[in-house]
């Protein structure tokens, strides 16, 4: 809500119009992670987002209940939502349930309700932990990245699907429409990395990091000609399925 004051930034006291998005100058860096807030202050917003971007977190915005369920339901790539409780349209509490009957993304609660009651709500409704308001955006950082240590999954358990691509990761496979692909090791790592990723441009400079394999030492332009060999093996001459972003790197679409 607005008018609370988050640790570090001072008290916030700026109206908060319901839009779905609030523009943010962030940093040329690579974000590592993708956040939705559901939350509608948008001075807190603006605060917190370029806080996150600078530590590698895209920030983006839904400031009330239904369009933060809209932009959770609507097949957008978020690793984790920071979801107020105090919400116009619909609470949060309410937001978390609906999401949880289709979902098990990471949530972080965020209220200035001192009252234990929302707190043990949220968590037997399945949020993944609590920050009371206000708080520094240090902590929430911090508690972020544990949520997030904590959810991942077990590579060796890991099914992932994206359109019509299938992934077994423990045997290092995949299958475009029940048909198994073909790819090396260093093909597999980076369709897999895209594929996490699926919707987002990955930045061609960072694909192989992203990929977990710093151990090779390649040019950009050898990272091209791999991306055209995934794209054949694939029958993705088009570029449909694996699309180029002309300067920034590659982005996998969901079909």
């Known amino acids: 809500m607005s008018g609370l004051a988050?640790?570090?930034?001072?008290?916030l006291t700026v109206p908060s119009?319901?839009?779905a998005s609030v523009p943010v100058s962030f940093s040329a860096r690579v974000m590592d992670l993708n956040v939705l807030i559901v939350d509608d202050d948008e001075r807190l917003y603006e605060l917190l987002a370029q806080y996150l971007?600078?530590?590698?977190?895209?920030?983006?915005?839904?400031?009330?209940?239904?369009?933060g369920l809209k932009a959770i339901e609507s097949g957008d790539s978020y690793?984790?939502?920071?979801?107020?409780?105090?919400?116009?349209?619909?609470?949060?509490?309410?937001?978390?349930?609906?999401v949880r009957e289709k979902s098990q993304i990471p949530v972080i609660?965020?209220?200035?309700?001192?009252?234990?009651?929302?707190?043990?709500?949220?968590?037997?409704?399945?949020?993944?932990?609590?920050?009371?308001?206000?708080?520094?955006?240090?902590?929430?950082?911090?508690?972020?990245?544990?949520?997030?240590r904590r959810t991942q999954v077990d590579p060796n358990k890991e099914q992932l699907a994206v359109g019509s691509l299938a992934f077994d990761v423990a045997a290092r496979s995949v299958?475009?429409?029940?048909?198994?692909?073909?790819?090396?090791?260093?093909?597999?790592?980076?369709?897999?990395?895209?594929a996490?990723?699926?919707?987002?441009?990955?930045?061609?400079?960072?694909?192989l990091e992203l990929a977990g394999r710093?151990?090779?030492?390649?040019?950009?332009?050898?990272?091209?000609?791999?991306?055209?060999?995934?794209?054949?093996?694939?029958?993705d001459d088009d570029a449909l399925l694996l699309k180029t972003v002309r300067g920034v790197g590659y982005v996998l679409t969901r079909e």
């Open 53 to 67: 971007a600078e530590n590698g977190v895209l920030a983006k915005r839904a400031a009330t209940g239904p369009l």
């Open 6 to 11: 988050l640790q570090g930034f001072g008290a």
């Open 109 to 148: 609660m965020l209220t200035a309700k001192g009252d234990e009651t929302d707190r043990v709500v949220g968590l037997e409704l399945g949020a993944d932990d609590y920050l009371a308001k206000p708080f520094s955006p240090r902590e929430l950082l911090a508690r972020l990245r544990a949520v997030l």
């Open 175 to 194: 299958q475009r429409d029940g048909r198994a692909i073909e790819l090396t090791g260093l093909e597999f790592d980076l369709l897999l990395a895209l």
């Open 214 to 235: 710093n151990d090779v030492n390649v040019s950009d332009r050898t990272v091209d000609v791999h991306v055209s060999h995934i794209r054949k093996k694939l029958a």
């Open 17 to 19: 119009p319901a839009v």
């Open 196 to 207: 996490r990723r699926a919707g987002r441009v990955v930045p061609r400079a960072n694909l």
């Open 79 to 98: 690793d984790a939502v920071l979801l107020d409780v105090m919400l116009p349209g619909l609470d949060g509490l309410s937001v978390l349930k609906r």
